[in-house]
């Protein structure tokens, strides 16, 4: 044992005390600079640090905020913390700039809110739980009232910025502490980018080989950072990036003459994407419209090796097409497309279904309905 004399004694009395008024002082909410923004201190894993942020069944949530916002205009708005089986919530929320400092005026709407005296890096304003605020009625979620005054000029695109949490009343840090965070983006008059899309295949058949011509519009291109289009062959499911069709940082683009691919299906659908400076975008898909194959036959899917790590599955070879199945024994598998898609599939749970020793037979099957020749395969026994 570790004998202490007077004044260790009183030290760690004094440290105990510090520690307790600390673990209380939380419930009326942390110190500025705890909404995960930019440049803050964190959020509040820093005293709820048993689980890292975002990874529980719960969420924080911004609600009623404008789209664009009018310089000097006030605005009610709300947050809400929900978690099932929490009975005590709590948050911090800032708006902030383009430059990360303060972005017109947070208030508080009843005693349930509170406005910090205290203000972060580029003056930013926070707004937060009070202690009577953290109790909810029902277990489930809590939700706060709070009103923003947008700043007196337009100042570009202000994002709010929140944190969250969701605890179980102990009063102490433990593992039923959970952290949530997100964000919101309001435009301004002059950031705002809307999107048209003036031409549409919509419902059209579309033979490939042949040139259809795509056109959009868009507002205030001085905040547009790119544009990207892309087509789907799976109703819209999927929009990979071999199907891309422009990208382009080029503002002064607003159409392009698409030659129609090879690919033949029913369930095509075009997307235009219009990535803004804030790091948001805006997109158009059109309804579904059909490509006609032009005869020709693609090249047949080949198999040229396969094996095995744990419970997956590995396949390798050529022409594979994006959505390729791969079929053991005649039974179809379910079926991943790795970022080399046309040269590998991966099926993670066929492998525990192939015996050491035992030869199985592959294939793998298009979605033109091509098909690979069969593939022998035996996993080796160890």
């Known amino acids: 044992m570790f004998n202490l004399n007077a004044k260790q004694k009183l030290k760690v009395a004094v ?18 600079g705890y909404t995960n923004a930019p440049n803050d201190l964190g959020n509040c894993t820093a005293c709820h640090d048993h689980h890292l942020v975002d990874t529980g069944p719960g969420s924080v949530r911004i609600n009623g905020l404008p789209a664009v916002y009018q310089p000097g205009q006030t605005y009610s708005f709300s947050v809400t913390t929900a978690q099932n089986s929490r009975i005590r919530y709590g948050f911090q929320l800032t708006a902030l700039d383009q430059l990360g400092k303060r972005a017109g005026t947070l208030a508080s709407v009843d005693n349930n809110t509170k406005v910090l005296s205290e203000t972060g890096v580029g003056g930013r304003q926070y707004i937060e739980h009070t202690e009577g605020g953290t109790m909810s009625a029902l277990p489930g979620s809590r939700t706060w009232q709070l009103r923003w005054t947008a700043p007196a000029t337009d100042i570009g695109t202000v994002r709010f910025y929140v944190a969250g949490n969701a605890t179980n009343n102990s009063g102490v840090q433990d593992d039923d502490d959970w952290i949530y965070t997100s964000s919101n983006l309001v435009d301004s008059p002059t950031t705002l980018v809307t999107l048209s899309l003036e031409t549409r295949p919509d419902g059209l058949t579309l033979e490939a080989g042949s040139v259809f011509a795509i056109d959009w519009t868009t507002t205030n291109p001085s905040n547009i950072d790119n544009t990207e289009l892309r087509y789907s062959t799976d109703d819209g499911a999927t929009f990979p990036i071999t199907n891309q ?138």
Request: proline share 7%; hydrophobic share 35%; net charge neutral.
């Open 15 to 32: 440290v105990v005390l510090f520690a307790s008024i600390v673990a209380y002082a939380s419930v009326e909410g942390p110190e500025p």
């Open 245 to 382: 069709i422009l990208f382009t940082t080029d503002t002064s683009v607003t159409s392009y003459d698409w030659t129609i691919p090879n690919t033949p299906t029913s369930n095509a659908r075009l997307r235009v994407k219009i990535g803004k400076k804030s790091g948001d975008a805006v997109e158009v898909v059109t309804a579904a419209f059909t490509i006609a194959g032009d005869g020709s036959s693609a090249p047949a899917p080949r198999i040229t090796g396969a094996e095995t790590s744990g419970k997956k599955l590995y396949v390798t070879g050529e022409n594979f097409q994006m959505d390729a199945k791969v079929y053991l024994d005649g039974e179809k598998q379910k079926t991943a497309n790795e970022d080399d898609f046309s040269h590998l599939l991966k099926c993670k749970k066929a492998g525990k279904k192939i015996t050491p020793g035992v030869p199985v037979t592959l294939f793998v099957r298009n979605p033109d309905g091509t098909e690979s020749a069969p593939f022998s395969f035996t996993k080796p026994v160890n």
